[in-house]
């Protein structure tokens, strides 16, 4: 063998224990994104940002905060807009939208309370109250899917739409008056606890695993997936795209009626201001949660987290004596870096593929 040909196997073999090296290195650093990209990096991201909020929470507040009182609280809190986000969550992750869930909870407390059918509760039963409140809240979702679906209504503008409308209702009903609660067994029945949980907290904790089964193990959550994704896709391959679209938004009025209920139960009033903001609160949650705001990927877990994050945090601006400006500005702060993470996660993703 030359000294040309020693020297070119030399090089070869250098550039081929290079490659090896780099192709080494590569599996790692695809390993570490496909982590952070799937669900359950992000679920163990929102756990460590719930938990060093917890501790600054500990730091600052010390003992107050972390009392079962306090903890109670949260949980209270974030029960009421927990189920509203677990309806989102389907509506978002189908590829729609919906900024009238707070109206649609508002609607839903003043009827329910109105002086008729509180009068017609006492008579038959206190959960004449409930099936009120779900009904209304069903059938606000069903105006909102059929405009959607069959009305060709952008989501943007028909739900606009329904939360001008629904506001304005309640305050006609209730005619600008907070209408208090009179039905003895409704409020012990809704203000009792199990176990010591309030029985609030078992109620969101039982929409969220019914949510989850339903988004992660069946037909109608895998449809959700594909709507949301493709809809031309999910229709060339046989799904009735509009009418999966309208029980989704009825299966979020759905939602909305059970907050409304709850927060009649914990605050014994019904009122066209409740619900003030909660669409906001729910969007945020579910962006916060991981599920794409484009539609196609969704996820309870992440919403569950979402919302006990910025539950957790607005007791941690109440226990410091903080304002609610300061509230929403860190809102708003999280909000965007959720989105510039979700966008930098899924143009890595789309890179490698």
């Keep these: 063998m030359t000294q040309d040909q020693s020297t070119t196997v030399d090089d070869g073999a250098t550039a081929s224990a290079q490659e ?7 599996p790692a650093r695809e390993g570490l994104l496909g982590i952070l990209g799937s ?7 929102l756990v460590v940002a ?4 917890c501790g600054v929470g500990f730091a600052t507040a010390g003992q ?28 978002i992750t189908g590829g729609g939208i919906d900024l009238s869930v707070g109206a649609i909870v508002a609607l839903a407390s003043v009827w329910s309370t109105t002086l008729a059918t509180q009068t017609l509760a006492r008579d038959v039963h206190w959960t004449v109250m409930v099936l009120c409140a779900l009904l209304v809240g069903v059938g606000c979702g069903l105006v909102n899917g059929l405009l959607i679906s069959y009305g060709k209504v952008v989501p943007f503008i028909a739900t606009l739409a329904m939360l001008a409308a629904a ?10 008056r907070t209408q208090i609660v009179d039905v003895p067994g409704f409020t012990d029945f809704f203000r009792g ?7 609030l907290v078992i109620i969101f904790a039982v929409v969220a695993l019914l949510g989850w089964v339903l988004l992660n193990r069946t037909t109608f959550g895998r449809r959700t997936f594909a709507v949301g994704g493709n809809p031309e896709a999910a229709r060339l391959a046989g799904i009735d795209v509009r009418r999966h679209t309208v029980l ?21 009033t019904g009122s066209s201001t409740h619900g003030t903001l909660y669409e906001l609160d729910a969007i945020a949650a579910v962006v916060i949660g991981g599920t794409l705001l484009t539609g196609g990927r969704g996820t309870i877990v992440g919403t569950v987290l979402g919302v006990l994050i910025f539950t957790t945090l607005s007791n ?9 400006s300061a509230q929403s500005v860190a809102k708003g702060l999280i909000i965007v870096v959720a989105v510039l993470l979700q966008q930098r996660l899924a143009t890595r993703s789309d890179t490698r593929t």
Excluded: H, K
């Excluded at 669900?39 to 991201?45: K, Q, Y």
């Excluded at 506001?167 to 600008?176: D, H, M, T, V």
């Design 193 to 199: 606890s199990v176990l010591g949980v309030p029985l």
């Design 50 to 53: 719930l938990v060093v909020l």
């Design 248 to 268: 989704l938004y009825a299966l979020l009025g759905l939602c909305c009626g059970i907050a409304a209920v709850m927060l009649v139960a914990r605050t014994t």
């Design 20 to 26: 090896s090296l780099a192709g080494t290195g590569t």
């Design 167 to 176: 506001r304005g209702l309640a305050e006609i009903i209730a005619q600008r």
């Design 64 to 91: 107050q905060f972390a009392s079962v009182d306090n903890v109670l609280t949260i949980l209270r809190l974030a029960a009421v807009i927990g189920v509203v986000s677990v309806g989102m969550t389907f509506v």
């Design 316 to 324: 941690v601006f109440t226990q410091n004596n903080l304002s609610s």
């Design 39 to 45: 669900s359950v990096g992000r679920s163990l991201g």
